[in-house]
């Protein structure tokens, strides 16, 4: 039976294809609307295509299921004296011939094939019933990779379990671009390793590297692996000097401008002094910090927020020839500041890093600090209340720890250049609170205003959603919050007497002060 139904059923399956490309073509038996073809049509062939993601998920999984049989099989067929790596290769050679892929992708293939049937149940599962597709279970294999079998099952149960005790929250990971899974797999990989993000890190410099890369038509790649703060300060150095170059007498687009002025630099001719203590500003959690955010938006505390037809208070000028000034967000548990926790912290627009690379930039980041209380109980910002239309410095940080970039599905645009934009209009009646604005990206802001797709509400801890114009409701991406660690040494020390909200002391770590710590808030949270 086995051959002959393996024949039918793909027989069944080719059948199957040639009466939805019938549909997609409009020529089947039923039209999807008699009222209105068109738009029936229309709506079917999103129907189809959602269809589609389900059953090449299934053909994923069904792929590697496959491939991890026809291995075990071929090693048994070869019999105990095989040697190991000529089998591997000889299975290798075998898939990818079948496949059409090279050695290497063969090699990956099978790898990523065995550790998603026999290592990550769930992944295996998702894949199966059409939840997740391929690139998803790869990036869940790839994070997993490092980790011993209770940190893959705690990885594949955060983002696939919603019974978990720590469940992701927002849009579910089989709905998110795999590339913004990655992102959020690999800053819960950091955070819950086994081995110490300080030793990680230090691995990693001592493997800093510059690699080149030829391309096509003349081009080539040179890129360098360095520590995120370094590549970040980098980064929105060459943004800065370029912006501050652009007007109507340029015709140079922001990507040429920055190429150009990264020529400049490596070549000697860039007048950024490329000094790896430029570094960039920060912001706090726990009884947290955050740098004079103020102070990179022009020093006055207000800028406007942009809705509709409306600008950015901040018109993006920074002088060049000075360090780079308050640009990025770290946020920091307070105790692993204080060097009690060893908690990563998160650097906007990179992810986890190691607490003694925030420590370096909340000692050299910058002079000045502006307090921010985030919920002691689950790590999140809290709201700042508002009643003008325009939006304070402390508000656009406080959006861009909520969302962490564009809250529109898969963008992942965490540029400063995202527009603060009221969800429900100042003008119909909408209120200057987190939970009436988001941030979108200024693609996605005019999206917004010129089609028909629309933000939903917002909350202080939640980014909006978005409705289509075809009337599909896309989650948020949320952050995965979590609440700051309490250092077993510190807690039985603590008189809660003396550290009420109401009479709390200045705290001082690494040579500043830190301003009204209120430990006590973080040590005994209210109840929810």
Same mark, same amino acid.
């Given at each position: 039976m086995g051959t002959a139904a393996v024949v039918k059923a793909y027989a069944d399956i080719r059948a199957a =294809?040639?009466?939805?490309?019938?549909? %997609?073509?409009?020529?089947g038996s039923d039209p999807f609307s008699v009222v209105d073809p068109l738009a029936g049509l229309?709506?079917?062939?999103? #129907?189809?295509l959602a269809g589609a993601r389900e059953v090449e998920a299934g053909f994923a999984g069904l792929k590697a299921k496959a491939a991890v049989?026809?291995?075990?099989?071929?090693?048994?067929?070869?019999?105990?004296?095989?040697?190991?790596?000529?089998?591997?290769?000889?299975?290798?050679?075998?898939?990818?011939?079948?496949?059409? =892929?090279?050695? $290497?992708?063969?090699?990956?293939? =099978?790898?990523?094939? !065995?550790a998603v049937v026999s290592s990550l149940p769930r992944t295996f599962a998702g894949l199966q019933a059409g939840t997740l597709s391929w690139s998803h279970a790869v990036v869940m294999a790839d994070e997993a990779a490092s980790l011993d079998a209770a940190g893959a099952?705690?990885? /594949? @149960?955060?983002?696939? #379990?919603?019974?978990?005790? #720590?469940?992701?929250?927002?849009?579910? %990971?089989?709905?998110?671009?795999?590339? $913004?899974?990655?992102?959020?797999? $690999?800053?819960?990989?950091?955070? !819950?390793?086994? /081995?110490?993000?300080?030793?990680? !890190?230090?691995?990693?410099?001592?493997d800093r590297r510059v690699e080149f890369r030829p391309d096509?038509?003349?081009?080539?790649?040179?890129?360098?692996?360095?520590?995120?703060?370094? @590549?970040?300060?980098?980064?929105?150095?060459?943004?800065?000097?370029?912006?501050s170059l652009q007007g109507r007498a340029e015709s140079r687009t922001m990507s040429q401008l920055r190429a150009d002025k990264f020529a400049d630099a490596i070549l000697g001719s860039g007048s950024g002094s490329g000094s790896g203590s430029n570094r960039s500003s920060i912001s706090g959690r726990g009884a947290s910090v955050t740098d004079a955010i103020d102070e990179a938006n022009g020093g006055?505390?207000?800028?406007?927020?942009?809705?509709?037809?409306?600008?950015?208070?901040? #018109?993006? $000028?920074?002088?060049?020839?000075?360090?780079?000034?308050?640009?990025?967000?770290?946020?920091?548990?307070?105790?692993? =500041?204080?060097?009690?926790?060893?908690?990563? @912290?998160?650097?906007?627009?990179?992810?986890?890093?190691?607490?003694?690379?925030?420590?370096?930039?909340?000692?050299?980041?910058?002079g000045s600090f502006y307090r921010v209380l985030v919920d002691p109980r689950d790590g999140a910002p809290l709201e700042i209340g508002r009643t003008s239309y325009r939006v304070t410095g402390a508000m656009r940080a406080w959006l861009r720890m909520r969302d962490g970039k564009c809250p529109f599905?898969?963008?992942?645009?965490?540029?400063l250049d995202n527009d603060a934009d009221h969800i429900l209009a100042w003008a119909k009646g909408g209120t200057t609170g987190i939970s009436n604005l988001g941030q979108p990206c200024p693609k996605h802001h005019k999206l917004r205003h010129s089609t028909g797709w629309k933000p939903t509400?917002?909350?202080?801890?939640?980014?909006?959603?978005?409705?289509?114009p075809a009337g599909r409701h896309y989650p948020s991406e949320h952050q995965d919050w979590e609440p700051p660690k309490r250092p077993r040494q510190l807690v039985p020390q603590l008189n809660p007497a003396q550290s009420a909200i109401s009479g709390c002391t200045d705290l001082v770590v690494g040579g500043f002060s830190l301003g009204e710590a209120c430990l006590d808030g973080i040590l005994h949270p209210p109840s929810a």
């Amino acid at each position: 039976m086995g051959t002959a139904a393996v024949v039918k059923a793909y027989a069944d399956i080719r059948a199957a =294809l040639a009466v939805l490309n019938t549909e %997609v073509d409009g020529c089947g038996s039923d039209p999807f609307s008699v009222v209105d073809p068109l738009a029936g049509l229309a709506d079917g062939c999103l #129907d189809i295509l959602a269809g589609a993601r389900e059953v090449e998920a299934g053909f994923a999984g069904l792929k590697a299921k496959a491939a991890v049989k026809y291995a075990e099989s071929a090693s048994v067929v070869a019999g105990p004296d095989a040697p190991v790596q000529a089998q591997e290769m000889a299975v290798a050679a075998e898939v990818g011939c079948v496949l059409a =892929l090279g050695p $290497r992708a063969a090699s990956s293939f =099978l790898a990523t094939s !065995h550790a998603v049937v026999s290592s990550l149940p769930r992944t295996f599962a998702g894949l199966q019933a059409g939840t997740l597709s391929w690139s998803h279970a790869v990036v869940m294999a790839d994070e997993a990779a490092s980790l011993d079998a209770a940190g893959a099952a705690a990885l /594949e @149960a955060h983002f696939l #379990d919603p019974e978990a005790p #720590d469940s992701a929250k927002g849009c579910p %990971v089989g709905q998110l671009p795999a590339h $913004r899974f990655r992102v959020k797999a $690999r800053t819960w990989r950091e955070c !819950h390793h086994a /081995e110490s993000t300080e030793k990680r !890190h230090a691995k990693g410099v001592a493997d800093r590297r510059v690699e080149f890369r030829p391309d096509q038509d003349g081009m080539a790649w040179l890129s360098a692996c360095l520590p995120a703060d370094q @590549a970040l300060a980098g980064w929105n150095r060459l943004t800065a000097m370029s912006r501050s170059l652009q007007g109507r007498a340029e015709s140079r687009t922001m990507s040429q401008l920055r190429a150009d002025k990264f020529a400049d630099a490596i070549l000697g001719s860039g007048s950024g002094s490329g000094s790896g203590s430029n570094r960039s500003s920060i912001s706090g959690r726990g009884a947290s910090v955050t740098d004079a955010i103020d102070e990179a938006n022009g020093g006055d505390g207000d800028t406007g927020a942009r809705d509709s037809a409306g600008g950015n208070g901040w #018109d993006g $000028r920074e002088d060049v020839s000075s360090p780079i000034r308050a640009q990025v967000l770290v946020t920091v548990p307070v105790f692993s =500041l204080m060097g009690l926790t060893d908690e990563p @912290a998160m650097l906007d627009g990179y992810g986890p890093i190691p607490p003694s690379m925030a420590r370096d930039l909340v000692a050299n980041g910058a002079g000045s600090f502006y307090r921010v209380l985030v919920d002691p109980r689950d790590g999140a910002p809290l709201e700042i209340g508002r009643t003008s239309y325009r939006v304070t410095g402390a508000m656009r940080a406080w959006l861009r720890m909520r969302d962490g970039k564009c809250p529109f599905p898969g963008c992942s645009n965490n540029s400063l250049d995202n527009d603060a934009d009221h969800i429900l209009a100042w003008a119909k009646g909408g209120t200057t609170g987190i939970s009436n604005l988001g941030q979108p990206c200024p693609k996605h802001h005019k999206l917004r205003h010129s089609t028909g797709w629309k933000p939903t509400r917002a909350t202080k801890n939640e980014p909006p959603g978005w409705i289509s114009p075809a009337g599909r409701h896309y989650p948020s991406e949320h952050q995965d919050w979590e609440p700051p660690k309490r250092p077993r040494q510190l807690v039985p020390q603590l008189n809660p007497a003396q550290s009420a909200i109401s009479g709390c002391t200045d705290l001082v770590v690494g040579g500043f002060s830190l301003g009204e710590a209120c430990l006590d808030g973080i040590l005994h949270p209210p109840s929810a």
